[in-house]
């Protein structure tokens, strides 16, 4: 279960309303006795306790559910004969995902003071009423915040950006040149918008080349801890709506990502790349400048991307070239490497 000392818990709450809360269903025939049971915390299969509601959505953890002191479990029509006769069903086909509107519930969060007195704050700078502003926060000239935007400790908004309502903002970010839009969450140490790495290289020596776009990011973007997002040259750098962005990833300037896109840890893409919708990158990809990602295409963990890839295709290796092409060259070279190892 959550720790105490770090998360406030809001509940008990009647079962019945985190069903609803959460878009799921009971069994049929389920009394008002049951709907009523007071649920007091989420938890884990295994450390559930009576009063707890836990979740199953893999299938490996099915076992784990005969031992388990849940009063409640999320749980599958498919897996639904997993549960012992103890424990309340609640149905739902997508387990974790009723689990995370459960968890907010119990867990929403929360801040104790709109604007701290350690704050700096332009007087040219407009901040919503509703915003919570902490301790060591500086908002730059001409910044505007809006409403229920969250602000941690020791970030810095500069001059003239944007913040939508709703965003989150958590210690130690940066943001310059840029414009965020609703609902956005960006992790601790993440810098966004700062000067792209761009220069001109000749015999007179490296001079370098005015960073003059900005950084803009849709609505319902994730930012992970220590990412770094590169304003423009001359236009921006964009990020699509519900994009999802991991820790420690690097994007130059100029690149356009897409809608719903993911991008894992440890990424880089270099400038001026152009990423479709819902594409995917793996860990530790690298991304070549000026190419074009397609739609829905996947590049797997440490790929390095040389080439333009196509809607939909998969690609995997360095070069990378087409999954199923990089597995039988794998196959092939294990093979080619038992033959010589017998021949010595």
């Known amino acids: 279960m ?11 709450f009647p079962l019945g309303k985190l069903v609803e809360l959460s878009n799921s269903t009971f069994c049929e ?8 049971a007071q649920i007091k915390d989420v938890a884990f299969i295994s450390n559930a306790e009576l009063g707890t509601v836990t979740y199953c959505s893999d ?12 009063t409640a479990c999320i749980i599958s029509q498919k897996n639904l004969e997993s549960l012992p006769e103890n424990v309340i069903p609640i149905l739902n086909e997508q387990p974790q995902r009723a689990y995370a509107k459960i968890a907010s519930t119990m867990y929403p969060t929360e801040c104790n003071q709109l604007l701290h007195t350690g704050a700096s704050v332009d007087a040219t ?10 301790s060591g926060v500086v908002v730059g000239p001409g910044a505007e915040i809006g409403a229920n935007v969250t602000i ?10 944007i913040i939508g ?16 839009g609703s609902s956005v969450k960006i992790l601790a140490g993440a810098r966004i918008g700062q000067e792209g790495f761009g220069f001109i290289m000749d015999d007179e020596g490296y001079l370098s080349i005015p960073q003059l776009g900005c950084v803009r990011i849709a609505d319902n973007v994730e930012i992970g801890a220590n990412t770094t997002i590169d304003r423009g040259s001359l236009s921006d750098t964009t990020i699509g709506t519900g994009t999802r962005i991991d820790n420690l990833v690097q994007i130059a300037h100029n690149v356009q990502i897409g809608k719903g896109c993911v991008i ?3 990424v880089g893409i270099a400038g001026s790349t152009v990423i479709g919708d819902y594409a995917a990158l793996a860990g530790q990809a690298g991304i070549a400048q000026h190419l074009k990602i397609g739609k829905g295409a996947r590049v797997a963990a440490q790929g390095g991307v040389i080439r333009d890839v196509r809607e939909g295709e998969t690609i995997s290796g360095t070069p990378a070239i087409p999954i199923m092409e990089w597995r039988r ?3 092939a070279l294990s093979k080619l490497s038992q033959k010589r190892k017998g021949d010595l």
Not at 29 to 36: E, I, L, M, P, R
Not at 125 to 134: G, N
Not at 166 to 176: L, P
């Open 264 to 266: 894992v840890a440890q």
């Open 165 to 180: 309502q709703n965003t989150s903002i958590d210690s130690n970010v940066s943001i310059s040149h840029s414009i965020i």
């Open 29 to 36: 025939g389920v009394g008002s006795q049951v709907k009523n």
């Open 59 to 70: 299938p490996r953890l099915l076992d784990s559910l005969t031992n388990t002191e849940a």
């Open 329 to 331: 060259q794998h196959v």
């Open 125 to 134: 700078a407009k901040v919503d009423s509703s915003a919570i502003i902490c």
């Open 2 to 12: 959550p720790n105490q000392r770090f998360y406030t818990n809001k509940g008990p």
């Open 152 to 161: 941690g400790p020791n970030s810095v908004i500069g001059k003239g950006v």
